[in-house]
């Protein structure tokens, strides 16, 4: 089977830091991907992992264990703005295809 | 401009009825899909397709169809609706197919309330 597990739910202060974690277990795996979706909104992406490491933009930084078959999310000097759904997608197999975890809803109060 | 572009925004229908959805890029890219969100927020992949060529078929009720006249272009239709379809529905292009992964642009969504 194929499985994305991450937190359901986080609350943060607008200036914190946080970190979205995903675990999965998926039958073919080619990266880790991260999405962003406002409510009412389309996903749009955030970060894509094929290694192992962290690969920072801006912001947000994304990082990956093949080994340990996790990775997670890094919102840094959160703003209001990022109150929103982060999704975890897994590209598995040869067709661009994506599995989706069922997302993390980010809360950020003043 | 708008990359991806899906029409209608919101359908409402009655169980039983017939529907499609349409879907256009202007983003020059060969791959479009179709996700299917559902109340919990869950996005599961539907249908893909590569240069009008469907390649990516999940387990998805026979009453969909998707059909792709040209690579810019692809529709959803689905014959007797159900209670169940009732979901976001999102088309999304990405560069190409090959190689390294191309991240996937989505359309803004069509709502679908079924009655």
């Known amino acids: 089977g194929q499985s994305l597990e991450q937190p359901s739910e986080v609350t943060a202060v607008e200036g914190a830091i946080v970190q979205i974690n995903c675990t999965y277990q998926?039958?073919?795996?080619?990266?880790l991907s991260w999405y962003q979706q406002h409510d009412g909104g389309a996903p749009t992406f955030l970060s894509y992992?094929?290694?192992?490491g962290l690969e920072e933009t801006g912001r947000f930084s994304s990082f990956l264990s093949r080994s340990d078959s996790y990775g997670y999310l890094l919102l840094q000097e959160l703003q209001m703005k990022d109150s929103a759904s982060y999704f975890c997608?897994?590209?598995?197999?040869?067709?661009?295809?994506?599995?989706f975890g069922a997302g993390t809803r980010l809360a950020v109060h003043p | 401009d708008t990359a991806v572009s899906q029409t209608p925004k919101y359908l409402v229908t009655q169980m039983g009825n017939d529907k499609s959805i349409k879907c256009e890029q202007n983003l020059g890219h060969d791959t479009m899909y179709w996700y299917k969100q559902d109340s919990k927020k869950f996005l599961k992949i539907m249908f893909s397709y590569n240069n009008k060529e469907l390649i990516i078929n999940e387990t998805v009720p026979n009453r969909f169809s998707p059909k792709s006249p040209d690579k810019a272009h692809l529709n959803l239709h689905i014959n007797s609706l159900e209670l169940g379809d009732s979901a976001v529905y999102f088309c999304a292009s990405s560069q190409r197919l090959a190689g390294e992964y191309n991240e996937q642009f989505f359309g803004p969504g069509t709502r679908l309330t079924v009655l």
């Open positions: 997608a897994v590209l598995s197999g040869g067709y661009n295809k994506l599995i």
């Open positions: 992992n094929a290694l192992d």
């Open positions: 998926t039958s073919g795996f080619y990266g």
